[in-house]
């Protein structure tokens, strides 16, 4: 294995593969490449040029910032890539910030991941001090 951690989006047939592969929705091709477009910072995981893993951040480039499609593709789960993707990103949002500047990472755990995300600082909700995330997919039909 020659695994690289690359700060930059997989193609779009990528993208859609690694999300086939860990049974992501499917997403039309213009709602996935904006995905790639417009994220704020991407790393892909490739291990001899093959793309096994990526994770997003969407941001307002400042104090708002959302970690999405954490994924790795199966045969190459349980092998610690998924935890050094999550600990380059959150040290390149922290490399974001001046000495006393404090922003916020939001995610929505997958069912079963939340001791994963923990390991990185993350709280689950509703707690004592925050109320539950909430969240809806929207489709036009017609
Ligand atoms: C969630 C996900 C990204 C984790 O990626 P991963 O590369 O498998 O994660 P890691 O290998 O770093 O850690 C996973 C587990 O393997 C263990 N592990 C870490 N390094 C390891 C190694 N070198 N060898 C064996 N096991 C290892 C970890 O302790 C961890 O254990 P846990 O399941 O008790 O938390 C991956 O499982 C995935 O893509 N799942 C499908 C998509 C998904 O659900 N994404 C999350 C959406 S919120």
Do not use: C
């Not at 892909?44 to 910032?65: C, F, H, Q």
């Not at 929505?108 to 509703?126: D, V």
């Amino acid at each position: 294995m020659a695994i690289e951690y690359v700060d930059k989006a997989p193609t779009l047939e990528e993208y859609k593969e690694m999300r086939r592969a860990v049974n992501f929705m499917v997403l039309s091709d213009r709602i996935a490449a904006n995905a790639l477009n417009n994220a704020f910072h991407i790393t892909t995981v490739r291990d001899n040029g093959r793309a096994v893993g990526m994770i997003r951040v969407l941001s307002d480039g400042s104090y708002a910032n959302f970690i999405t499609d954490v994924m790795v593709i199966p045969e190459y789960q349980g092998r610690g890539i998924g935890t050094e993707m999550m600990r380059r990103t959150v040290d390149f949002m922290k490399s974001t910030l001046l000495p006393g500047e404090t922003i916020v990472l939001y995610l929505m755990s997958a069912i079963g991941k939340e001791q994963f995300y923990k390991q990185f600082g993350f709280r689950t909700r509703p707690n004592e001090v925050w109320g539950a995330g909430m969240s809806q997919w929207i489709t036009r039909r017609e």
